[in-house]
């Protein structure tokens, strides 16, 4: 089975400054994919980043970058320079290969708040 | 290059009826996913199709059922209603073979009275 913990249900950051949201995973599979996905209040799921488990660097897409320590099972994403648009719901989620392919495990969410 | 649509975008419906969900893939993609999502919870997986067939399930009750047509795209079914299944059903699309990636629809909400 799979599953994503957000330990943080609510996060605030100042503009500019750089946020770290945390996410731990489990798997029994040997080859996953992590993905990190942004929710506005409208409710569409956009894609933010992309982590596979045999990666040796971390991904990095614009402002966001995703801490991924595999010993630890953890990847966290970090959005530098916050932006109030950025202001949103953030999900750690997971896909696995073979069994567990194309089936997403998603975590609770964190709540990101960006004060001016 | 449209991206995963939904229809409709909102919908309320009355305990016991019954509803149908449509989704259209991303545009190259052969798979598609359903996610239901609860307020304040994050997606949970419903079921996956592939080739016209249901791949994978998660852990809905029968009442949950799906179709893939041959261009892809996807209809939800949800037989008797109940208070319970108001929620946020989101689509995603995919390549069956090599990308983990998947692109979501911007979801339907549905409310049952």
């Known amino acids: 089975a799979q599953k994503i913990t957000q330990t943080q249900p609510g996060m605030f950051v100042q503009e500019k400054e750089a946020v770290t949201l945390d996410c731990t995973y489990d798997?029994?599979?040997?080859?996953?994919?992590l993905f990190w996905y942004k929710q506005p209040s409208s409710g569409e799921m956009i894609f933010l980043i992309y982590?596979?488990?045999?990666?040796?660097q971390n991904a990095t897409e614009g402002r966001y970058s995703l801490n991924f320590q595999k010993a630890r099972k953890s990847a966290n994403l970090v959005i530098s320079a916050s932006q109030l648009g950025d202001s949103a719901m953030y999900f750690c989620?997971?896909?696995?290969?073979?069994?567990?392919?194309?089936?997403?495990?998603f975590g609770d969410g964190t709540t990101l708040t960006v004060k001016p | 290059d449209a991206g995963v649509t939904q229809s409709p975008t909102h919908l309320i419906k009355t305990r016991g009826q019954q509803v149908t969900l449509r989704c259209s893939p991303k545009s190259g993609h052969d798979t598609v996913s359903w996610y239901q999502q609860a307020l304040g919870q994050g997606p949970q997986f419903i079921f996956q199709?592939?080739?016209?067939?249901?791949?994978q399930r998660g852990n809905f009750p029968d009442r949950f059922s799906g179709h893939q047509f041959p261009n892809y795209s996807s209809e939800l079914n949800v037989n008797a209603l109940l208070l319970g299944d108001s929620a946020l059903y989101l689509c995603?699309?995919?390549?069956?073979?090599?990308?983990?990636?998947?692109?979501f629809g911007p979801g339907t909400r549905l409310t049952v009275t």
């Open positions: 995603a699309s995919s390549l069956r073979a090599g990308a983990y990636e998947q692109y």
């Open positions: 982590q596979g488990s045999y990666d040796q």
């Open positions: 798997t029994s599979d040997p080859s996953y994919g």
């Open positions: 989620a997971m896909r696995g290969a073979n069994t567990n392919a194309g089936k997403s495990t």
């Open positions: 199709y592939y080739e016209e067939e249901e791949r």
